[in-house]
DNA sequence: TTACTTTTGTGATAATATTCACAATATATA
DNA sequence: TATATATTGTGAATATTATCACAAAAGTAA
């Protein structure tokens, strides 16, 4: 089964428009329709569901419900995940108590500081000491933290979460993160977002300009 | 010259990565420390500056400063680049105040929304309602925009921007925006993210267990 | 029931991206 | 200055990803 990580950020992508289409009425869809949904060809969701060995009916397509429980069961969504952040400063509480991850099925059940005017313990999500941060992921069993402190704490931070346990990290802080084989890190710089998307743009508005 | 996002991305840490070295005291750089710091093959930079017609100096590597201005030069980056923002909630107002962008050479200039209670004339970042936006890009001649908007208002806001004239489109908001080929439409998608790295910490977790 | 139409599923093919490998050459050394 | 060595720059080779194209299957209509 090869996969790489664009064609799992599709079927996210096919799942999120799969609940659109579906509270929209349809109850069957065809990889036409999906295909425009995600801007995708229609043969590029048919062979990502091929893949995945997800299939459908020749001329009858797929039913919505049965495609959403599949890509959920691919990617890991039968039980809620549990994620904790690091950093609750401008960022990490935007992303805190963004409801949106959790109609995903993703909670995030605490966050960690440094400074003490950020600790609320009382909260339903907690705001704990980064030292708590070690037995509060062995005892809850996390595996998933997203990192939101400033670049110069970042690698200090990805190593207390790595020697934690957290197997998965999602980090903001625009700076490349060591870590080990153990330990899946992505990355989400905004800056290189933006540089990229200025690139882009300036080539558009040259190659429209002749 | 050949180029596709990945390249572009690479050329961003790339430079980020640059600076670093510069800090640290480095003058020249070989295409074996930058492959180390951005975690790719040295080849692979080799090859992206081959497509730029960036060289170095067989034996000598690269010299830091020039390398950091033609990567600009090729990012656009010798003029200041101006955005603004539509949606000022939790994530429009942390990114609004974000100092990375303008260190490097991104400047927020307004911030736009709906909500009269975010209005902010005065500030320097001024907040300003949704209708003053056409005028506002016209007038300072804005490119890009992004969006952090809810999902149910951001392709009415795309095509307010359009019409507008911006021509790059930085879009937070987790559904697919229908543009045109006269604009530059990128996302970011955090839900994604996260559902992508759960996967692959999920396959880390099961290929460990063997 | 049969002919016709639509859509899937997938091997073959094409396009893209990365790595290899090595000649060319700039610098260091003796 | 001559020799040794390290590093670039880049075609060729490989690997990866996406598209094509079409046989097979399933629904529809007559
Ligand atoms: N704010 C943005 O819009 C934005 C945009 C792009 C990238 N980022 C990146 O995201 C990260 C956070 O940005 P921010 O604007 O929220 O910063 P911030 O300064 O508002 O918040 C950082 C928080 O991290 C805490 N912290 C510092 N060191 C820590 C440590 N060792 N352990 C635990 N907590 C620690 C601080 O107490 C603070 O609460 C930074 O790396 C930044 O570069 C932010
Ligand atoms: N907060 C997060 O951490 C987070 C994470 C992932 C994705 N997002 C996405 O980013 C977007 C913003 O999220 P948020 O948490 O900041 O939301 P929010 O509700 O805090 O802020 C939304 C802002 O947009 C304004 N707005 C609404 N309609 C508008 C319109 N038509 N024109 C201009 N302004 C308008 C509102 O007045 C409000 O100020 C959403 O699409 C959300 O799904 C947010």
């Avoid at 966050?111 to 708590?132: G, Y």
């Amino acid at each position: 089964m090869k996969t790489n990580k664009l064609c799992i950020m599709r079927l996210s992508k096919y799942k999120s428009a799969l609940y659109r289409l579906k509270s929209l009425g349809f109850v069957r869809i065809f990889s036409d329709n999906l295909a425009d949904a995600v801007e995708v060809t229609s043969s590029q969701v048919r062979k990502d569901f091929s893949i995945f060995d997800i299939s459908g009916n020749k001329r009858g397509g797929y039913k919505i419900d049965e495609l959403i429980e599949k890509i959920n069961t691919i990617l890991g969504k039968d039980e809620l995940q549990k994620v904790v952040i690091i950093g609750v400063g401008k960022l990490g509480s935007a992303l805190m108590h963004y409801p949106g991850f959790e109609k995903e099925g993703i909670k995030i059940v605490a966050a960690f500081d440094i400074d003490a005017l950020k600790f609320k313990h009382k909260e339903k999500t907690p705001v704990l000491p980064l030292e708590e941060l070690p037995e509060f992921v062995r005892k809850n069993n996390i595996k998933i933290g997203i990192i939101t402190v400033p670049a110069t704490s970042a690698q200090q931070v990805v190593e207390i979460m790595l020697s934690a346990g957290i197997k998965g990290v999602l980090n903001f802080a625009p700076i490349q993160l060591r870590g080990n084989d153990d330990c899946q890190i992505n990355n989400v710089n905004l800056e290189v977002e933006l540089e990229n998307l200025i690139y882009f743009v300036n080539v558009l508005i040259k190659t429209k300009g002749k």
